[in-house]
């Protein structure tokens, strides 16, 4: 991905398994978040291809990759305020299920969407909190609708960009457990900061930096790697915290 001269990502190449967390770290500036967008459609890649599920996606708008089997989350919370957490859940799953824009939709979809969106909600532990505005949410809440929305689509890989900004130690606790039990429906590609949540619930971290995969594996194998250490954390003891 070229930005006027600066190649942004080069030669990057990553898969993401099926049923796995795969993490995407690195220091600022890395290209995780520009590699994100070429996947997911925000960007078009100078070259090389996008493939999901065998399918090549490459450049493919946002909307079609939905339809495909790919969902994403951002590192700025994207909800409907004023609408209830249900309700948010539910416009999602009308959504994938080519309802939205009937104007004489059946009450049988409604009801159907609304109670799938239910469903998701209980999985992930907002079923309490359906009938509030989302805006009256807390912050982790607010994070994990946004994720009960995407899961709503019911994608084959989920697109999670730093899902824990801004949360406290106990909300991130919730979030990697609530992500480890997605990767058990749909398999999970993720950009995080937070290096213990990494290690915790990653199958395979793969690390960038200047745009470039410099170290890719399990977290025991990434951890131990000095070139790591060296460009991601100043070879400082952090892993083995």
């Not at 990502?9 to 978040?33: C, F, M, R, W, Y």
């Not at 239910?118 to 994070?143: F, M």
């Not at 199958?203 to 025991?220: C, E, K, W």
């Not at 194998?221 to 000095?226: E, K, R």
């Amino acid at each position: 991905m070229m930005f006027g001269a600066l190649r942004a990502v080069d030669d990057v190449s990553l898969e993401v398994q099926a049923g796995h967390v795969h993490s995407l770290i690195g220091p600022n500036g890395a290209g995780k978040t520009t590699a994100f967008n070429c996947i997911s459609g925000v960007c078009r890649p100078a070259g090389g291809q996008v493939l999901l599920n065998g399918a090549d996606v490459t450049g493919w708008p946002s909307h079609r990759l939905v339809s495909a089997g790919m969902a994403r989350t951002f590192q700025i919370t994207k909800v409907f305020g004023e609408l209830t957490v249900l309700e948010n859940v539910a416009l999602a799953t009308r959504s994938r299920m080519g309802c939205n824009l009937q104007v004489w939709g059946s009450a049988r979809g409604r009801t159907d969407a609304t109670a799938q969106a239910a469903e998701i909600l209980k999985l992930l532990g907002l079923d309490g909190s359906a009938d509030a505005t989302a805006d009256h949410l807390a912050h982790g809440d607010k994070r994990v609708l946004e994720i009960a929305i995407a899961l709503a689509l019911r994608p084959t890989v989920l697109l999670l960009d730093e899902p824990t900004a801004g949360m406290s130690t106990g909300e991130t606790q919730r979030a990697a457990e609530l992500i480890r039990s997605i990767a058990q429906r749909t398999s999970v590609l993720l950009v995080e900061h937070d290096m213990e949540m990494v290690l915790g619930i990653s199958d395979i971290i793969t690390v960038m930096t200047q745009g470039r995969v410099i170290a890719s594996g399990p977290p025991a194998v990434v951890s131990a790697d000095t070139r790591v250490q060296d460009a991601y954390l100043g070879a400082v003891d952090a892993w083995s915290t």
